[in-house]
């Protein structure tokens, strides 16, 4: 009987050197975890692959979804395992090329067992005589509308047809942990999604004004740190009440500094906790010009608030892509649900745009900054969040 199998390839440029067998292992164990409770047999390692072999029983759809939202995946394939024989091939195709619409194919075949007695070359031309005289369609090498790919084993012969395109990148945990600022906006959620892309685990932080306002932007906050949980397992989201700052922040400060005043000190209580946590730089959504307060001035102010980088990658990204985005993430219709954020809070309508260094160390001296973040330190709550299989 032909088992599935499901074949995993990646971009091989990425991977130069010793960093190769660390990639490959992690990619293998984080697709294990992704596929966990999804009826998958077993996840091995092969040459420049991995396999993952499916229980009969095992729903494709699921599979496939989660296979998918695995970074690191260049792209897969399903497979069938049929007999070293290629009779049982021939018997393999009939009823799947039946079931496909193909204007031209090509058969691309590849012998890693040398043992097998035909060459790929001979294997190419006899499959492929016998498929074009099945469905009338002709060889086409160059940009086939289907490829047909055989792969000679010692113990069968694997058969597959179109790839399924993967995210790319690298697999969560290959580059470190960074902390992400994330609001229950649209932006800090895709730009959290793209640090995960490039192999880091991210942990979320979310300054609230409970109880000066309702719940909900903590709640979309962990609406969201659950979404992108998908993407690396587990996650951790760290809630701090910003009530107290702000409160300190309105009687010293004229409104149209408050914004600047209000990131400065988010991005320093997030320095602190990153610190406690070993992490070495923070994450934001911010777009440059998008807002008013996300002029070079202003992002040049705030980052003089941290010593560590403080990563922007959606820096010179288009509204409409991040949007884009955060619908292929999934995270779009939780972004855009109403909420009570803190950052609306005392704050104008105009907010500066250019703020002045000076202005603000003048504002800040009068404040008890250390304090403050003690003080937020010391209310911070954690919620973890775990990949659950039921989705
Ligand atoms: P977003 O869509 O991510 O909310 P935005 O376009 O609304 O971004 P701002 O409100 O200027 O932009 O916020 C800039 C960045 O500051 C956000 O992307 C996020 O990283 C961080 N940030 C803003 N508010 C909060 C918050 N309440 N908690 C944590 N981080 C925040
Ligand atoms: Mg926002």
Known sequence: MKKRLVIVKFH???LKGKNRPMFIRRLASNLRRSVKGAGVERVWQSHLMICLRLRDD???DTVRRRIGDCFGVAKYYLAYKVAADLDAVKELLQPELAARQFKDFRITAHRSDKRFPIKSDQINREMGAYVQALTNAPVRLKDPDLEISLDVLHD???????PIQGYGGMPVDVSGT??????????????????????????FVHFHSHPLVDTSSIEKASELAEI?????????????????VQQRIIVEAPPPYRVVLYRRFMVRIAEALARQQGIPALVTGESLAQVASQTLENIAVVDAAADMPILRPLIGANKNDIVDAARQIGTYPVSIMPDQDCCTLFVPRHPVTKSSPKVVNRLEAL?????????????????????SSLR
Not at 228 to 241: A, D, G, H, I, K
Not at 367 to 387: C, G, H, I
């Open 156 to 162: 069968g012969i694997l058969v597959y047809f179109d």
């Open 178 to 203: 960074t902390m992400a600022l994330m609001s229950g906006g649209i932006d800090s959620p895709v730009a959290a999604w793209q640090l995960m892309r490039r192999g880091s685990r991210v942990k």
């Open 12 to 14: 091989e440029p990425a």
């Open 367 to 387: 404040l008890p900054v250390d304090e403050l973040v003690q003080q937020a330190l010391d209310q911070v709550e954690t919620r973890r969040f775990a990949f």
């Open 58 to 60: 095992a729903d494709w």
């Open 228 to 244: 992108l949980t998908r993407y690396q397992y587990e996650s951790e989201l760290f809630l701090v009440p910003f009530a107290g």
